[in-house]
């Protein structure tokens, strides 16, 4: 997957069939798009149309914070044969573009032959473009398009908002309905105060992006993909109220069938499962036996999925 970020600058010589959207978790709906464009090789490349908020103002956003960061987006799209991911800077020149300006760089600088679109699809300049504004201008500069009916989940239509309100209510096993997929952190994996280690649980420890959108303080159920490897794990997010005092809010990952010094390496921990609130312990002991007792519940259930009988 070719990866381009400039709007006005870039080039695609080869014919292109584009979807355009914000692409905020790449759910059920979003595969519908990406599965019309793909449909249309050899004799059109795939090409996403997405967009790129500075962090610092995506927590401030309309939306609130991210399903998938830039990087988790780039990092999932590029194993779904897309051939070309293109992430528009939102700069005021781009966000004052008219309808037919935005449509005319895409057939211009991008070689639009085809377009697969959402019925509530707008753009252009305070999303003034819509379907009936597209027909006119697909006309103009000869390319086609289809509008891709929104598929539901118990009786609503799939989409960010309705992904990103189950996850704040720490309904993860939902989401993953929604998107398909369950819902994931990524990145590196960072030093902690190694309190686990000492106590005979080691985990792993990850600070998300401000803009990533985390599930509720609590402990859950997790899969946890390290160097193309998957492993168990019981995951706490919050701010360890037990052995810190300075608020942060942090991904704590204690991998149940894995010892490894992995530091600065990347994790990818899935959530499959909310299991109990966040707490604080009296001692290290007991918070201690939590773990384990955690830990039991987080077999008993991967052992369920696999239809083995826990011991």
Known sequence: MQYITSFFDSRIDVPTAISVGKFDGLHRGHELLLDRIRSKAPELSSCLVTFDIPPKNRIDHEEGRSLLTREERKSELSGQKIDY???????????????????????????????????????????????????????????????????????????????????????????????????????????????????????????????????????????????????????DIGVKPTVQTDGRMGVETHILDFKADVYEKEAKVLFLKYLRPEMKFDSLEDLKTQILSDSHAALDYFNKKSGLQAI
């Open 85 to 235: 991911l293109l992430e528009c800077p939102f700069t005021d020149r781009f966000m004052k573009l008219s309808p037919e300006e935005f449509i005319q760089t895409l057939v211009s600088n991008f070689s639009m032959k085809y377009m697969a679109i959402g019925r509530d699809f707008r753009f252009g300049y305070q999303g003034a473009g819509d379907i009936e504004s597209l027909e006119e201008l697909s006309k103009k500069y000869g390319f086609t398009y289809d509008v891709i009916d929104k598929i539901s989940y118990k009786g609503r239509e799939i989409s960010s908002t309705y992904i990103r309100e189950d996850i704040e209510k720490g309904k993860v096993e939902e989401a993953h309905e929604l998107l398909g997929y369950p819902y994931f952190i990524w990145g590196e994996i960072i030093h902690g105060n190694h309190i686990g280690t000492g106590m005979g649980v080691p985990t792993i420890n990850q600070l998300p992006p401000r803009e990533k959108l985390l599930p509720p303080k609590g402990v859950y159920i997790t899969e946890v993909e390290i160097d193309h490897r998957v492993f168990h794990g019981v995951t």
